[in-house]
């Protein structure tokens, strides 16, 4: 049982570039949503996702898509990579909130755009 | 816009005190509190609290939440060097599909 994983860990990018954050989860959970910590400010929420087919953005969505065609996997493509981008990336899934185990969180993904 | 106020942003306590974290929160239609820990990497789930008055407790942890007062604090008893990390609190909102509001974390440092 893998619970959440992200590929890569770790990534170097160049202004303008484009690339995907791949997520997996094999708990068959419904629910999936990406979040970005920056020093001081916490996670915030940038996609997240309800089901298969259904996404819908976050508080920080811009520069950023997401597609979910399989229960399993929620990418996240950077379009054009900004340094502002530069961040710690984690993905999460849950069955449902409500009962007592909330989020499971992949090990994340360390960005840097130079 | 939700909101979430963890207090201190940091301390240092030595092996063995008891460490008390705070987190008040604003939100519009509250469903639960949740405590992560968070070491190098991933944030582990910790506790959720959704009723007021009624403590959690997990080993040397434990936390109770206020709603009326809109706070919560988590309590680390005997606190051993494995305790150092940043707690997270997140608060969940009953329109908010799921999503989380988080936070900036107290960074918690253990000293032998």
């Known amino acids: 049982n893998a619970g959440v994983t992200q590929t890569p860990k770790f990534q170097v990018l160049k202004t303008g570039q484009s690339m995907t954050l791949q997520c997996a989860q094999d708990?068959?959970?419904?629910?999936m949503s990406w979040y970005r910590q920056d020093p001081g400010m916490g996670l915030r929420l940038i996609h997240y996702?309800?089901?298969?087919?259904?996404?819908d953005q976050g508080e920080v969505p811009n520069g950023y898509n997401v597609s979910r065609s399989t229960t399993e996997d929620f990418p996240l493509r950077l379009l054009s990579a900004a340094p502002s981008q530069t961040s710690v990336y984690f993905c999460?899934?849950?069955?449902?909130?409500?009962?007592?185990?909330?989020?499971?969180f992949g090990s994340g993904t360390r960005l840097t755009v130079v | 816009e939700d909101k979430v106020v963890q207090s201190p942003l940091s301390l240092v306590v030595h092996e063995g005190d008891t460490v008390t974290l705070n987190c008040s929160y604003e939100v519009t239609n509250f469903r639960s509190l949740l405590w992560y820990k968070q070491e190098k990497k991933a944030p582990t789930f910790l506790f959720m609290l959704?009723?007021?008055?009624i403590e959690k407790k997990s080993g040397r942890l434990s936390s109770i939440l206020d709603k009326k007062e809109l706070f919560s604090i988590l309590n680390i008893t005997a606190t051993q060097t494995g305790d150092s990390a940043v707690y997270l609190c997140?608060?969940?909102?009953?329109?908010?599909?799921?999503?989380?509001?988080f936070g900036a974390g107290t960074t918690v440092t253990v000293r032998a």
């Open positions: 996702s309800v089901g298969a087919g259904i996404t």
């Open positions: 959704t009723s007021s008055g």
């Open positions: 999460a899934s849950s069955q449902q909130l409500g009962v007592d185990y909330g989020y499971t």
């Open positions: 708990m068959n959970h419904e629910y």
């Open positions: 997140a608060v969940d909102n009953f329109s908010n599909d799921y999503k989380l509001s």
